[in-house]
């Protein structure tokens, strides 16, 4: 006979109430081609403001990225452009590229406490992509590069103000995110860490405790489940 014990968390996880999860290639897989999109659209508006090629444009856009965080920062200061002009191409984007995986959105819907999205793109682009993830109704607030007045991760005054903004408690807070320089100042405040993507070597499990509050996973919803899914094991009766 089997009983259900209460639901487990990993050690260093077990305080967290506030989930915090990056969107592109964190939310959804690289393999959807929504994030080379993204890139793509930025080249675009790149070589035609600078009448470059492709060529030009990838060596513009690392060289404003290198100095000011983001593309759109870096052509706002330098050459004054609106961002609302900047970010028309996301209106061109394919979103129906995404669909919804069942077992992420209920390990989502799960967890306890709150739940935001924070984007380096734009609140336009998260409204597009979650509705598609079936993910619009699980997240408190999304957090975007206008909310962190264009200060991109991983700048720490863009985490200050995502933290002020909500109240977070960084100490029950866990950060999700596919990019590990974007994880290094939530750490330094206190916050778990986990590392989304990636592929895991064969036979080997699916995410792995680096360090006490650091997670490196590469099957996010199964992560996800193993913190609220009921364990089981044999009854004493």
């Not at 959804?28 to 929504?34: I, K, N, R």
């Not at 306890?112 to 609140?123: C, L, Q």
């Not at 992509?129 to 991983?154: T, Y």
Request: aromatic residues 10%; hydrophobic residues 40%.
């Amino acid at each position: 006979m089997l009983c259900h014990t209460a639901p487990p968390h990993h050690p260093g996880l077990a305080d967290v109430d506030t989930w915090v999860l990056d969107l592109d290639n964190t939310l959804y897989p690289p393999a959807s081609g929504l994030a080379d999109q993204l890139n793509a659209g930025i080249r675009e508006y790149v070589g035609n403001y600078f009448g470059t090629d492709e060529a030009g444009a990838r060596r513009i856009q690392a060289e404003l990225i290198a100095a000011h965080g983001t593309t759109l920062r870096g052509l706002m200061t330098t050459e004054g452009i609106e961002a609302a002009d900047y970010l028309a191409f996301e209106r061109r984007m394919d979103y129906s590229v995404l669909r919804p995986d069942p077992l992420l959105v209920d390990a989502i819907a799960a967890l306890p406490g709150r739940k935001f999205v924070y984007t380096n793109g734009s609140a336009y682009h998260a409204e597009q992509a979650l509705p598609r993830l079936g993910l619009a109704d699980h997240f408190d607030d999304v957090f975007d590069i206008l909310a962190g007045e264009l200060i991109p991760k991983p700048y720490p005054q863009s985490y200050q103000r995502f933290v002020e903004r909500f109240s977070i408690d960084p100490r029950r807070a866990a950060f999700f995110d596919d990019l590990a320089v974007n994880l290094t100042v939530p750490e330094e405040l206190g916050m778990a860490t986990v590392l989304v993507g990636g592929e895991a070597a064969p036979g080997t499990a699916q995410y792995q405790e680096l360090a006490p509050r650091r997670w490196r996973v590469w099957d996010l919803p199964a992560f996800l489940h193993s913190l609220t899914a009921p364990a089981v094991r044999p009854s004493t009766m």
